[in-house]
């Protein structure tokens, strides 16, 4: 909400109002949801007030009134806004125009970006993004902590990261001072806190606590002039000290005084605990006292999802649940100890051996990798716990990590229960809805625009008696980030696989849609998907397949540097034990080629590498299984059963070529 003179500016999940004089003024409403608004004159040579906001489907729209002035497509989306002003420019800045105003925008992904705002048009400046993939956006400010004219940039993440960004080697902002708090940094600001002579910089965490960062040893300030006397000056610095000194003591009387009201407050707590465990041993505590805040985020580079958990009290322990498959990723930065149960049908949980590559359960659409989908839009209830993994958390933490991967081809719900370290003990549970092509992100036409003209694409086209939301509504249970509703008569939706790379077009209104995506699997799941949805409705829909035979050999060629890998990991592997013989004996091996000593240096990361393989090797052929069972089906053949045994087979040696031959004669 913004307040100025007798105009409010308030903003709730998808609309946007203005009330002037208690009166409903202007309106807007956002296709997707709306995360952040500021409200400024940011329109260079205009008095007008206007209002930006940053949306979830990765668009900054600047509004005047109930109308848009300008909606421009920023990489991901957009967590936080700010305006920057500053007295000076940096060298070689990004602004062609000096009355342009600057527009900092941060995202869900970590990204800071600059917009150019003119009078008639919004252009795109730089963009920062951490190869890291840091935590989202909460807070942005600017402030010329550096005092050389050009305002400093201040960024806090929902992982406890507080950055400051300086423009004194570039025009493109570069961190000059990084802090990790561990909890999430709610609010930045900045002001003459602690000290009179330098700007403080003020954080808000999540659990409530407010700190300030500083960069001066003391705080107390006494100003000489240049003129004075020595005489006076030594008068003055004796002054400081003493001033020094009474303030320092002041402050320890306050702190031992702190100190035992915590104490005795501590005490109350423990006898009406204490109390609380006498009248409470034949019952149970019902009432949750905690709130959570928790969220699973895709991770493009790594083609996994991070879970993040996280209290106002330190963590005790978290305990995932699922009904679909997820694999556990390896995650260096968390110290807790987990305890995975192995499911009945050693599915996703990389536990199994053989047997769980003769009997898929994850990935694509019909077949033994099918969409398990019940009657109530929730994968195959055969075994409701694909997942059980437990977190004990050793070390007192507020927040939580989690890295895993989703097998796309199902969808089902990944549950969260969380137990804190108070008393008495309660458990909340948090869920998230698993979608049947969960790797795929949402991405902007002009992202994948090369793809579409270079790939062989295949189409899907339906038609129906079916309107548009009812359509949307079927793609929104197959994709994520898709919005909520529909505000226009036609919807255009572009996706990229972050695993392998595939492209998904979605454009549909009422009566019709089409899909196109260089990946049979895609089709395959979002076809099984519409029809089971147009039948449980008793609607009519028919399709028209246009597929090329050569979008399937450009899938193996995306696939097979990722099995190459595992490939050369293996013979690495093998070959550390002769080579420490060697060491051991040699006191010198300088002989051996720059490969060897390499392998050899790297032991430890490679042993570390291949403890997680069969895990990635395990997705790696329920993809490659899924291609051939969805190649199979929309081609409308019956080759699978007889040949599956052999892919499997080849899939096990690594061998491309037999690959290409299986799937050769199925598309013959």
Not at 40 to 57: A, K, W
Not at 63 to 71: A, C, P, Q
Not at 303 to 329: F, G, H, K, R, W
Not at 542 to 557: E, N, T
């Amino acid at each position: 909400m913004c307040v100025e003179d007798n105009n409010i500016w308030t903003s709730g999940e998808f609309i946007m109002q203005r009330f002037e004089d208690a009166q409903d003024t202007d309106m807007y409403m956002a296709s997707d949801k709306i995360n952040h608004m500021i409200v400024d004159r940011i329109v260079p040579e205009s008095d007008d007030i206007v209002t930006v906001l940053g949306c979830h489907d990765q668009f900054v729209r600047i509004v005047k009134g109930s109308d848009v002035l300008h909606e421009t497509a920023v990489d991901g989306s957009v967590s936080a806004l700010m305006r920057y002003d500053t007295q000076e420019q940096p060298e070689n800045s990004f602004m062609d125009d000096s009355t342009a105003t600057q527009l900092i925008y941060g995202t869900e992904d970590g990204l800071i970006g600059q917009l150019l705002v003119g009078r008639n048009s919004v252009q795109r400046g730089y963009a920062v993004q951490d190869p890291s993939r840091r935590g989202a956006i909460t807070s942005m400010c600017s402030s010329d902590l550096t005092h050389d004219g050009i305002a400093d940039l201040l960024v806090g993440r929902d992982d406890g990261s507080f950055e400051i960004y300086g423009f004194d080697m570039s025009p493109i902002p570069q961190v000059q001072y990084e802090k990790d708090f561990g909890e999430s940094v709610t609010s930045v600001t900045t002001g003459h806190i602690l000290s009179m002579k330098n700007e403080d910089v003020l954080l808000a965490t999540y659990s409530g606590k407010i700190m300030c960062v500083t960069d001066d040893e003391e705080t107390t300030i006494v100003r000489v002039d240049d003129n004075e006397s020595e005489k006076e000056s030594k008068k003055a610095e004796a002054s400081l000290q003493a001033r020094v000194a009474e303030h320092k003591e002041q402050q320890q009387r306050r702190i031992q005084t702190l100190r035992e009201e915590i104490a005795d407050v501590e005490a109350q707590v423990a006898r009406a605990q204490e109390r609380y465990q006498r009248l409470s041993t034949a019952n149970i505590a019902v009432k949750s006292q905690f709130t959570i805040k928790s969220r699973l985020k895709l991770l493009p580079d790594e083609a996994c999802y991070v879970l993040s958990v996280e209290v106002q009290s330190p963590i005790d322990t978290i305990m995932l649940q699922s009904d679909v498959s997820v694999i556990l990723m390896d995650n260096e930065s968390s110290s807790a100890i987990v305890s995975q149960t192995t499911s009945s049908s050693n599915s996703g949980n990389g536990n199994g051996g053989d047997d769980d590559v003769k009997q898929p359960h994850g990935g694509g659409a019909g077949g033994a990798f099918g969409n398990s989908i019940g009657p109530n839009g929730v994968a195959g209830e055969e075994d409701n716990n694909e997942l059980l993994a437990t977190f004990r958390c050793q070390q007192q933490t507020n927040r939580v990590e989690i890295k895993l991967r989703t097998m796309e081809g199902k969808f089902g719900v990944l549950n969260v229960y969380v137990i804190p370290q108070i008393t008495p003990k309660s458990c909340q549970k948090v869920s998230f809805q698993i979608k049947p092509l969960s790797l795929h992100e949402k991405v902007h036409k002009d992202a994948i625009q090369e793809e579409l003209q270079t790939r062989a694409l295949n189409t899907m086209k339906l038609t129906g008696s079916f309107s548009i939301s009812q359509i949307h509504s079927f793609v929104d249970v197959c994709l994520p980030d898709v919005p909520p509703r529909v505000t226009s008569e036609s919807v255009s939706m572009w996706f990229r696989s972050t695993f392998l790379g595939t492209i998904l077009a979605c454009e549909y209104k009422q009566g019709s849609a089409t899909f196109v995506s260089d990946s049979f699997s895609a089709l395959s799941i979002i076809k099984e998907i519409i029809t089971k949805e147009m039948t449980k409705r008793k609607l009519h829909v028919s399709y028209q397949l246009d597929l090329k035979d050569r979008s399937v050999f450009d899938f193996l060629a995306l696939l097979k540097p990722k099995l190459e890998y595992h490939v050369d990991l293996n013979r690495k592997h093998e070959l550390i034990t002769p080579l420490r013989e060697i060491q051991q004996h040699e006191d010198d091996v300088s002989f051996l080629s720059d490969e060897l000593r390499g392998i050899l240096a790297n032991a430890a990361s490679i042993q570390e590498q291949v403890k997680q393989a069969p895990l990635h090797v395990q997705f790696l052929q329920s993809v490659l299984s899924d291609l051939f069972l969805d190649v199979d089906k929309l081609k409308g053949g019956r080759a699978a059963a007889d040949r599956m045994g052999s892919l499997l087979a080849a899939l096990s040696e690594y061998d491309m070529d037999a690959i290409h031959t299986i799937f050769q004669e199925v598309l013959n």
